[in-house]
């Protein structure tokens, strides 16, 4: 086994089960998709209940795509869209650390698939037993790229928190 292939093997098998376990989560956590989009309501999220099956089915699919190492850099995007909008709804403003709220976690996630994206799956996934193995500078920068646009459309369409009163006019 080639040094690269294990890498790319230990960050996928790393990586995608902890976005499944978090997908999962979202679904059949404690307090399951309720939960979920009463959660993604007050972040902010609108329609609270399509997101939250969104952000779970995403999280799912990216999951299972990493772990099997299909279609890089399309999971590798999604992972970075995901963390992109949890930095700014849910970490924005908390600091670095994730005990404390911040952004540590997702900065993490986002750059690991980002790294995934360009070290490529290799040769023990399904990207390389079909021959279909893409690595390097533009698989990252499409993984960041469309992970970050993507994101931004998103919360530009619909993240609408709820406005904290002006204490000034008082």
């Given at each position: 086994m080639?040094a ?7 960050l ?6 902890m976005?499944v376990?978090?997908g ?5 956590g404690p307090?399951?998709l309720?939960g979920t989009t009463?959660?993604?309501e007050a972040l902010g999220?609108?329609p ?6 969104m ?6 699919a990216a999951?299972?795509?990493i772990?099997l190492g ?11 869209g ?6 700014r709804?849910?970490?924005?403003g908390?600091?670095?650390f994730?005990?404390k709220?911040?952004w ?5 996630v986002?750059?690991?698939a980002?790294?995934?994206?360009a070290?490529?799956?290799?040769r023990y996934?399904v990207?390389g037993l079909t021959?279909r193995q893409r690595?390097?500078s533009?698989?990252a920068?499409l ?5 970050v ?6 919360l530009?369409?619909?993240?609408r ?6 204490e000034t006019?008082?």
């Amino acid at each position: 086994m080639k040094a690269q292939d294990a890498a790319a093997l230990a960050l996928r098998a790393t990586l995608g089960p902890m976005l499944v376990a978090h997908g999962w989560n979202k679904v059949a956590g404690p307090g399951g998709l309720r939960g979920t989009t009463g959660w993604f309501e007050a972040l902010g999220l609108r329609p609270a209940a399509v997101h939250a099956r969104m952000a779970a089915g995403t999280e799912l699919a990216a999951g299972v795509g990493i772990t099997l190492g299909a279609a890089n850099p399309l999971p590798a995007a999604a992972a970075v869209g995901l963390m992109t909008v949890a930095a700014r709804t849910d970490h924005r403003g908390k600091g670095f650390f994730v005990f404390k709220g911040g952004w540590e976690y997702v900065g993490v996630v986002g750059g690991a698939a980002v790294a995934l994206a360009a070290l490529g799956n290799g040769r023990y996934s399904v990207d390389g037993l079909t021959g279909r193995q893409r690595a390097g500078s533009e698989p990252a920068l499409l993984a960041a790229g469309l992970g970050v646009v993507s994101a931004a459309a998103l919360l530009a369409a619909c993240y609408r928190p709820d406005e904290k009163p002006d204490e000034t006019d008082k």
